[in-house]
C-alpha cells in the first residue's frame, strides 16, 4: 500500500506541485503499526488533481478533497488550506487553499498527526511531532483551548489517542480539556458514540475510562454510569454499552438496542439456568456473564449440553397435536409449546416424538 502511494506521490510531483502523505499513517509507521489509512495533502488543486489522475473523483469540491484509485486502493488528497472561522465549534465556515505546507499543517489538531512523508519515504516534521511521539506525548498545535473550540470533537480525539497510542496528554491540554469540557454537550450524540467507539474497543480501554471519568467527561458526555464499566468485567463493546444505559440519548441500531435491552434483562438472573439460556441464547448471556465476571465457560458448556435450541428442536410439529387431541388451530398450541420447552430443558421430558405424544396424551386429552 505505501508503495503505491509513493508512486502516486510522483505523479503529482512530476507535474511540478508538492505532495506528501500526511497525519495518521506517518505516525503509525513511526511507531511501527500497521495502517491502512493513507491521506495525502499537496499545493494542487482539486482542478489541478482531476487533470493528473483519470481515476478520480470530486466528492465535495468545498472541501477541497479528491479521490482517487490506484490498484483498488482509495486515496484522499486534500490541497493545502487554510480554515477561516468555525461554526458550532465543529466546522470551518470558509477554507482558503494556500501554497504553503507548514500553514496548512498548522491548521490540524496534535503534533503527533503533522508529520508527512515525500515521495522518497523521507520524514517530514515542521511541527516536532517525532519529538512528542518519542515522549509519548499528545499536543495540540497550537494552543489547545482555541484547537478545542474550533472544533469540540477534538477533546475525545485527544482521549481516543492517548488511550489507543497508551500516550499521556499534555499539561495544557488536559487544562484545557477540563475547561472547555462543556462544548461536548453541542456535540452530536452520533459523533460522540463514534469517538466512544473506538475507546472502548482499545484493548487499553480501561485507560481512556479512567481519562474520561478523572476529567469529569461523563456527565458532558451524558454517561452517568461510566464507573460502573470500571467496577465490572465488562470488555466487550455491547457489554459496556450495555452498563451504561443510554440508548435513549445515544445512536444505535435495532440490532443493539434489541442486545442492550436483553443483556440488561438477563443481568439479574442466573446465566447457568436453562431456560434462561434457551431464551435468551448463549450471547447475550456469555456478554451478562463477561460483566458480573461470571464463568464464561460454564456457560457455554450448559448451552451446548441444552436438549433443545430452538422450538423448531421439539420433536412434534403443530398437525400431530392436532391429531392428537383432535382439535383444531387454537392458543391452546402456543401454552402446549411453551410447557414442551419447560420440561424437556428441565430434562424431566426426553425430546422425542413418543415420549412427547405420550406426555400430551396425558396432561391434555379431554
Known sequence: MLD???????????????????????????????????????????????????????????????????????????????????????????????????EDLLRRDFTINTLCMDENANIIDLLGGQEDINAKLIKTVGNPSDKFNEDSLRILRAIRFATILDFSLDEEVLIAI???????????????????????????????????????????????????????????????WSLLNVSDKYPFNKNEYSLIKEINTVLSLNNLDPIILYKYGLYVNSVAAEIKNGDIKKITEVYDSLAIK????????????????????????????????????????????????KYIVDNYSD
Do not use: W
Not at 49 to 74: A, H, M, Q, W
Not at 346 to 354: A, F, K
Open 4 to 102: 503505491v502511494a509513493l508512486k502516486l506521490l510522483k505523479e503529482i510531483t512530476s507535474n511540478s506541485h508538492e505532495a506528501y502523505i500526511v497525519g495518521g499513517f506517518v505516525r503509525d509507521y513511526i511507531l511501527g503499526v500497521e495502517s491502512n489509512d493513507i491521506d495525502i495533502t499537496t499545493n494542487a488543486t482539486p482542478k489541478e488533481i482531476l487533470e493528473i489522475f483519470e481515476e478520480s473523483c470530486l466528492p465535495n469540491e468545498d472541501y477541497g478533497s479528491v479521490t482517487v484509485i490506484k490498484k483498488g486502493i482509495r486515496f484522499e488528497i486534500t490541497t493545502f488550506r487554510k480554515e477561516i472561522e468555525y461554526v458550532n465549534n465543529r466546522k470551518p465556515v470558509e477554507i482558503k487553499y494556500i501554497d504553503d505546507l507548514r
Open 178 to 240: 477540563k475547561n472547555c469540557k462543556y462544548l461536548l454537550r453541542n456535540l452530536s450524540y452520533y459523533r460522540k458514540k463514534e469517538e466512544l467507539d473506538k475507546i472502548f474497543t482499545s484493548p487499553n480501554y480501561k485507560k481512556g475510562i479512567r481519562l474520561l471519568l478523572d476529567l469529569g467527561l461523563d456527565a458532558d458526555l451524558d454517561i452517568p454510569n461510566l464507573g460502573r464499566v470500571l467496577d465490572s468485567g465488562a470488555r466487550s463493546l455491547i457489554g459496556i
Open 310 to 357: 430452538s422450538r423448531r428442536d421439539i420433536d412434534i410439529d403443530s398437525e400431530i397435536i392436532m391429531r392428537i387431541l383432535n382439535r383444531p388451530p387454537g392458543r391452546y398450541l402456543k401454552e402446549i409449546y411453551d410447557d414442551l420447552e419447560k420440561e424437556i430443558l428441565q430434562c424431566r421430558l426426553i425430546n422425542n416424538r413418543s415420549d412427547i405424544c
